[in-house]
């Protein structure tokens, strides 16, 4: 089975470097033990250092089985070769050799600058593309969250009749990307004006504010999307 592990660049301590999420890395391996306890094994096995081999952040509004903050782990690809060779299984060095398949790849892709002031240019670009990606994370996190507790408050809270396009459409477990959100809105709003209903307004990271319609309306609409899907 080929490895594919998603490799995205981060910031550690003003570098930009490659990583990958620790609980691909253990889904990868097959490991039985618990990706929290395996993880700080691994760590405290391969000597790793935090901010030099390792990003440890907490994950927002996300609590682990046992009620604390859970926190994620990124790892570099030369502490992604040392877990996988200590892993002592055939496995293992698959994923090393994949990582080193990276790092070869990365090297080839790097420009060859000698000019001092354009190697920092771009040096700089490729920092505020590893900043716009990380923050497009943390935005996409944040707008998954307030979804999930939209549908919560519509649950616990029957009086609620106005909801987002994708709030509603996670409520009643249809699966909608953007694009289709946006294309079934403009129909909602339409029928909201032509029905003198009111067009509310919701904050939402990645957008800034998104429109809610009455449940009625979405209850038209949506269903033909739902049909569809399935």
Not at 210 to 229: D, F
């Given at each position: 089975m080929t490895v594919s592990i998603p490799i995205a660049q981060r910031e550690i301590v003003g570098e930009i470097v490659q990583t990958f999420?620790?609980?691909?890395?253990?889904?990868?391996?097959?490991?039985?033990?618990?990706?929290?306890?395996?993880?700080?094994?691994q760590i405290k096995r391969a000597r790793l250092v935090e901010d030099k081999d390792y990003v440890k952040f907490a994950q927002k509004g996300e609590l682990s089985t046992t009620g604390q903050t859970r926190h994620e782990y990124h790892f570099t690809l030369e502490a992604g070769k040392h877990i996988g060779?200590?892993?002592?299984?055939?496995?293992?060095?698959?994923?090393?050799e994949y990582f080193l398949?990276?790092?070869?790849q990365a090297k080839a892709a790097m420009p060859i600058v000698k000019d001092p002031q354009i190697a920092a240019v771009i040096f700089t670009?490729?920092?505020?593309?590893?900043v716009e990606q990380e923050q497009k994370r943390q935005a996409d996190e944040l707008a998954r969250l307030a979804e999930n507790m939209a549908v919560i408050e519509a649950r616990t809270q029957p009086e609620n009749k106005h909801f987002t396009?994708?709030?509603y459409a996670n409520l009643i477990s249809i699966p909608m990307d953007n694009r289709t959100?946006?294309?079934?809105?403009?129909?909602c709003a339409a029928l909201s004006r032509q029905r003198g209903l009111v067009i509310g307004d919701v904050s939402d990271p990645r957008f800034g504010n998104?429109?809610?319609?009455?449940?009625?309306?979405?209850?038209?609409?949506?269903?033909?999307?739902?049909?569809?899907?399935a």
């Open positions: 999420d620790g609980r691909d890395l253990h889904a990868d391996l097959g490991v039985s033990k618990d990706y929290t306890n395996w993880v700080k094994a060779m200590m892993s002592g299984t055939a496995r293992g060095s698959e994923v090393r398949a990276c790092e070869r670009l490729t920092r505020l593309d590893a396009v994708m709030g959100a946006a294309n079934l809105g403009r129909r998104v429109h809610s319609y009455h449940e009625s309306v979405l209850q038209e609409v949506l269903p033909g999307i739902q049909k569809k899907a």
